[in-house]
């Protein structure tokens, strides 16, 4: 995959995006249009309405089928990202309203409490699918290059470019400075352990600081390196792809199941 930006490129060895199949053939705009309809109706339908969640998640597990995404690369995204959104999640759990099913002290679950859990958890499930389907679908500098033939702001594209280009890179540095430590005989498990723990957490406060310091740096240096490249703040587009009649066919499957999910949103609650 070739991507174009700032006046040099970038060889990103990577097989996302080389498998076949309705899905994988469409245009990249096409792809992002289709995952934005379905997470604006993913996220817009008010608490409680399961079959509308019911419509789109059977949906979901076609497109998981047809886009050839491994089923245990997306549970482990899934998984990983689910984590940090857990406390969000369990805050809903503790909201007033409806009848009281348990409570301590100031705590207490409610069945309103229990519906806006449930609810936000499917939103969030549903968004983190489709979203994961995309990305483990698609190349990353396919994406932006996606992104700025949609007219999102040049200055965001560059931004994400320079974090997926340069983040392993920090990551690297991270490492190296933990081996460095760690042959000075530095161990992390000992920082809240014996008389040496001020020191311990003073050497783990200096790598942070030293870290913060190379990143600026080393950020530095690139910049001017993109700017004697003739850069100018803006990602050129090398070409936009043509949208052909299987495009058009996927933006009406995805604008039919978000209406027939709308019907029965429009329908009493389940």
Same mark, same amino acid.
């Given at each position: ?6 006046? +040099?490129?970038?060889?990103?060895? /990577? /097989? ?53 995404? &491994? ?43 229990? *519906?806006?859990?449930? @609810?936000? &958890?499917?939103? =969030?499930?549903? #968004? ?8 483990? @679908? ?10 700025? !033939?949609?007219?999102? %702001?040049?200055?965001?594209? =560059? ?23 760690? &042959?000075?005989?530095? #161990? ?23 870290? +913060?310091?190379?990143?600026? /740096?080393?950020?530095?240096?690139? $910049?001017?390196? *993109? ?7 803006? %990602?050129?587009?090398?070409?936009? %792809?043509?949208?052909?009649?299987? /495009? ?11 209406? !027939?999910?709308?019907?029965? $949103? ?5």
């Amino acid at each position: 995959m070739l991507f174009h930006i700032g006046g +040099f490129h970038s060889h990103i060895d /990577d /097989d996302i995006g080389t498998k076949s199949g309705l899905w994988n053939n469409l245009a990249i705009q096409t792809k992002l249009v289709c995952t934005l309809i379905a997470v604006l109706a993913i996220a817009f339908t008010s608490n409680g309405h399961w079959g509308t969640w019911l419509v789109y998640g059977v949906a979901l597990i076609g497109l998981l089928r047809i886009s050839q995404v &491994s089923l245990s690369k997306l549970i482990k995204r899934i998984a990983v990202e689910s984590a940090f959104l857990s406390t969000v999640l369990l805050g809903t759990l503790f909201r007033g309203g409806g009848e009281v099913l348990w409570a301590w002290g100031g705590l207490q679950i409610t069945t309103v409490g229990l *519906m806006i859990l449930g @609810s936000v &958890s499917c939103k =969030a499930f549903l #968004s983190l699918f489709i979203l994961n389907i995309l990305t483990l @679908s698609t190349s990353i500098p396919t994406l932006l290059h996606g992104l700025m !033939i949609l007219r999102t %702001p040049p200055l965001l594209v =560059a931004i994400l470019a320079s974090m997926y280009r340069y983040i392993y890179i920090l990551v690297d540095e991270f490492a190296a400075m933990r081996r460095a430590a760690t &042959s000075r005989n530095f #161990s992390s498990r000992n920082v809240w352990q014996g008389k040496q723990r001020a020191w311990h957490r003073q050497v783990l406060g200096n790598m942070i600081g030293m870290l +913060f310091i190379r990143t600026y /740096d080393r950020g530095d240096r690139i $910049y001017q390196a *993109m700017l004697a490249r003739g850069y100018q703040g803006i %990602p050129l587009v090398l070409e936009t %792809p043509q949208i052909g009649q299987r /495009d058009f066919v996927a933006l009406n499957l995805t604008l039919v199941v978000v209406l !027939i999910g709308q019907a029965l $949103y429009l329908q009493p609650k389940i």
